[in-house]
Nanobody, 122 residues
Framework: VQLQASGGGLVQAGGSLRLSCAASGRTLSTYAVGWFRQAPGKEREFVAAISWNGVSTFYEDSVKGRFTIARDNAKNTVYLQMNSLKPEDTAVYYC????????????????WGQGTLVTVSS
């Protein structure tokens, strides 16, 4: 599976962005997908996850109520809608997938995308 993350950019605090994680090479419908981020000088951290069938979602505490993860298996794509963005959300965002019935909240994944930069200005 090749994952392509896109949708990052520069946005003012309080603004919104929608990230996409498009898969090719194999259907994404049998994979759990997670979004992770890495800010400059910091460790990579979990952001949000969705189960293979979309039934279960899980969020890091600081993004709950602001970010929404969703998937469209017909389009082989997972989305991360980010609202009410804050400067501390600035990071490179990565999507990853793993063939599992669990949600992907650890960094142990089968495949990773290349990352997309989100910059939130104050």
């Amino acid at each position: 599976v090749q994952l392509q993350a896109s949708g990052g950019g520069l946005v003012q605090a309080g603004g919104s962005l929608r990230l996409s994680c498009a898969a090719s090479g194999r259907t994404l419908s049998t994979y759990a997908v997670g979004w992770f981020r890495q800010a400059p000088g910091k460790e990579r951290e979990f952001v949000a996850a969705i189960s293979w069938n979309g039934v279960s979602t899980f969020y890091e505490d600081s993004v709950k109520g602001r970010f929404t993860i969703a998937r469209d298996n017909a389009k082989n794509t997972v989305y991360l809608q980010m609202n009410s963005l804050k400067p501390e959300d600035t990071a490179v965002y990565y999507c990853a997938c793993k063939r599992t019935t669990q949600v992907l909240i650890t960094g142990v994944a089968d495949y990773w995308g290349q990352g997309t930069l989100v910059t939130v200005s104050s």
